[in-house]
């Protein structure tokens, strides 16, 4: 068991959504990704079931990615966006034989309702919000494939075999609850989605496997050295997929049939470029500068501004930023804020692992 088991966890809320800020010692919490394996409760994010013979295709007309290309045990991620491109939500979506199991974060989840009413008649198919009577649960880490396998009964050979979003059915458990691959964290990660009275046993049996139990604060550490934009903070509904990097998240198809917005995108793709886009900044050992805190060139002129910080065990501050795409990986810029000034580096994304 965790040695960390024990502490009491500190707590917070997303969107209204109760959420474990850390259990006591966020350090230890985030080494676990390297030296053990994070167990994180993921159950803010919203979950949604679609079914019906033609819920592939519905879900499809909102999103950036081909989901109609999509087999039984395989998934995807994608934007879905409004009208005129903007990302309403980033979505994961996984392929059943008779239904799709959707879920997006808990900042989205309403934007993607909304969408999923307007644009979904649940005659053609049928969707339900899951979010309460299932439950999600993220083991992320070097030895993440080990503890999920003790507690799912998967063998660690068929885990490594799966590509990312693809997943599996729990032994006896049949579709109400399955395990799949995802990339969140660049390093092996799995996520278990359960019916809500087994989640319990679920997160005790990670334990008792040798997970730590992981609260949003280091998990937030993580998610931002890896690069992955969170809807709300480092995108929304003023944000072009390409803009947050959804290309080299292959979350766009350019192939597919049409979806709401599209035809930004591919405008975007085949005749220009976006004129900003999502990087890292390096900070020192200092703490990263506070969302939209104004970013500056060495000419005084405003050229992006600041979404997500962590201060990194590994990496000192650290942020998300948008920059304009002329500023190179490189570039040192000044970061000014009401009542604090600095200077950053902007860097590639990820950062070193």
Known sequence: MSALSGRSPAEGSIAGRPVVLHYGDIATEYAALRAGAMLVDRDARG?????????????????????????????????ALNPRGKIVADVRTFVFSDHLAV??????????QAMVRK?????IARYEDQSASRRQIGIFGMRARRVTAAITGISSDTLAALAPYAHLPLPAMADTAFVARVPDLELEGYEIIVPADARDDAWHRAEDAGATRTGLLAFEIARIEAGRPEWGLDMDETTIPQEANFDELHAISYTKGCYVGQEVVARVHFRG????HLRGLLVGQSEPPAHGTALLDASGKQVGDVRS??????LGGIALAMVRREIAPGTTLRALGQDHESSVDVAELPFPL
Do not use: F
């Not at 033609?54 to 879900?59: I, L, P, Q, S, T």
């Not at 879920?103 to 993607?112: H, I, L, S």
């Open 273 to 276: 470029h976006v004129n900003r």
């Open 47 to 79: 979950r949604m079931r679609l079914d019906g013979a033609r819920a592939a295709e519905m879900v499809a007309g909102l999103v950036t990615n081909d989901v109609q290309a999509l087999t039984a045990g395989t998934g995807a991620y994608a934007a």
């Open 309 to 314: 910080g962590a201060l990194s065990p590994r």
């Open 103 to 112: 879920d997006v974060p808990p900042r989205a989840v309403e934007g993607w």
């Open 119 to 123: 644009y979904i008649n649940p005659r």
